[in-house]
C-alpha cells in the first residue's frame, strides 16, 4: 500500500509559478511510475504529466508542454511538478497518483492516489 500526499498548491498571478510536490511512504517508490492530474470544477479529471520508475522518461499532455516539468528523487521518494508561466486556465486540484507499470496517461492504470492540492491561478 502506497500513501501519497501533495503539498504546493496556492493562489498564483497569471504568468507565475508553483512547484508541486508528493510525498509518497509504504511500498517500494521506484517499483511505480508516477502521475500528475488535475481536476477543475465541472470537469473530468485530466491527464498532465507522468515519468518512468527511473526518471528518464517523463511525458506531457499537450496544455502544459513547454511550461510543466514532471521530476522524481528516489531517494526522498517524491514527485515534483514545476509550473511556469501559468494560466488562468491551469485552475483546478491536482492530484499525483502512483501506477504499478509503465508510464501512461491513463487515470485507469493508477493504483494509488494522494488527496489533492488546490492551485488557483487569477487573471
Known amino acids: 500500500q502506497v500513501q501519497l500526499v501533495e503539498y504546493g498548491g496556492g493562489l498564483v498571478q497569471a504568468g507565475g509559478s508553483l512547484r508541486l510536490s508528493c510525498a509518497a511512504s509504504g511500498g517500494t517508490f521506484t517499483s511505480y511510475a508516477m502521475g500528475w492530474f488535475r481536476q477543475a470544477p465541472g470537469k473530468e479529471r485530466e491527464f498532465v504529466a507522468t515519468?518512468?520508475?527511473?526518471?528518464?522518461?517523463?511525458y506531457y499532455a499537450d496544455s502544459v508542454k513547454g511550461r510543466f516539468t514532471i521530476s522524481r528523487d528516489n531517494g526522498k521518494k517524491t514527485v515534483y511538478l514545476e509550473m511556469i508561466t501559468l494560466k488562468p486556465e491551469d485552475t483546478a486540484v491536482y492530484y499525483c497518483?502512483?501506477?504499478?507499470?509503465?508510464?501512461?496517461?491513463?487515470?485507469?492504470?493508477?493504483?494509488?492516489w494522494g488527496q489533492g492540492t488546490q492551485v488557483t491561478v487569477s487573471s
Open positions: 497518483a502512483a501506477g504499478a507499470g509503465i508510464m501512461t496517461v491513463a487515470k485507469s492504470d493508477y493504483n494509488y
Open positions: 515519468i518512468s520508475w527511473s526518471g528518464v522518461s517523463t
